[in-house]
T-cell receptor, first 114, second 117 residues
Framework: AQSVAQPEDQVNVAEGNPLTVKCTYS??????LFWYVQYPNRGLQFLLK??????LVKGSYGFEAEFNKSQTSFHLKKPSALVSDSALYFC????????????FGKGTTLSVSS | GAVVSQHPSWVICKSGTSVKIECRSL??????MFWYRQFPKQSLMLMAT?????????EQGVEKDKFLINHASLTLSTLTVTSAHPEDSSFYIC?????????????FGPGTRLTVL
């Protein structure tokens, strides 16, 4: 079955420290990978995506993610966390065929303390 | 950039009534839109794919007669929750892929919070 796993319900980091939010996927073929962030009672905001090419992708707000095909992972990272980064983060995949929807992980709550 | 709006942003209704939620692409045309629902602190679950000019495609387990989808134009899709019950209370989010390429990310509406009393 095709799935996306975010093994951590919550990640806690101190402001200024690096952060990692984990994501692994179990899909056949070569899916496209995404990270979205959601603030309370808001829609999702796109952070970054991996389609092809360089395994390290850089996105919005200083976030980056590394695609690791052998480990089927796409972890989200940021060198120095901000309190304002506190939110709910979703990893998602979609298949290359046009018109397909995203499959989301369950989400990870990131809490950055000052 | 591409913007997707939803209306209303929140709605409270009595059990047994119907509620219509609109999803609009504001500066691009969307032949396809997606409807998701999200329970508190849970992931987004795809409900259906809305196709302009044809019937929606529903995910397994989603009642077609309860969640009516109409993609009336290239910029508007509506989701009607018919005979709503408290268990239908949820956060409903729509999304649309922008037309510039199938590889691009989807753009999400801000969501509609439905509370059924």
């Amino acid at each position: 079955a095709q799935s996306v796993a975010q093994p951590e319900d919550q990640v806690n980091v101190a402001e200024g420290n690096p952060l990692t939010v984990k994501c692994t996927y179990s899909v056949s073929g070569n899916p496209y990978l995404f990270w979205y962030v959601q603030y309370p009672n808001r829609g999702l905001q796109f952070l970054l995506k991996y389609i092809t090419g360089d395994n390290l992708v850089k996105g919005s707000y200083g976030f980056e993610a590394e695609f690791n095909k052998s480990q089927t992972s796409f972890h989200l990272k940021k060198p120095s966390a901000l309190v304002s980064d506190s939110a709910l983060y979703f990893c998602a995949v979609r298949f290359p065929e046009a018109g397909t929807a995203l499959i989301f992980g369950k989400g990870t709550t990131l809490s950055v303390s000052s | 950039g591409a913007v997707v709006s939803q209306h209303p942003s929140w709605v409270i209704c009595k059990s047994g009534t119907s509620v219509k939620i609109e999803c609009r692409s504001l500066d691009f045309q969307a032949t396809t839109m997606f409807w998701y629902r999200q329970f508190p602190k849970q992931s987004l679950m795809l409900m259906a794919t809305s196709n302009e000019g044809s019937k929606a495609t529903y995910e397994q387990g989603v009642e077609k007669d309860k969640f009516l989808i109409n993609h009336a134009s290239l910029t508007l899709s509506t989701l009607t929750v018919t005979s709503a019950h408290p268990e239908d209370s949820s956060f409903y989010i729509c999304s649309a892929p922008p037309p510039s390429g199938r590889y691009n990310e989807q753009f999400f509406g801000p969501g509609t919070r439905l509370t059924v009393l």
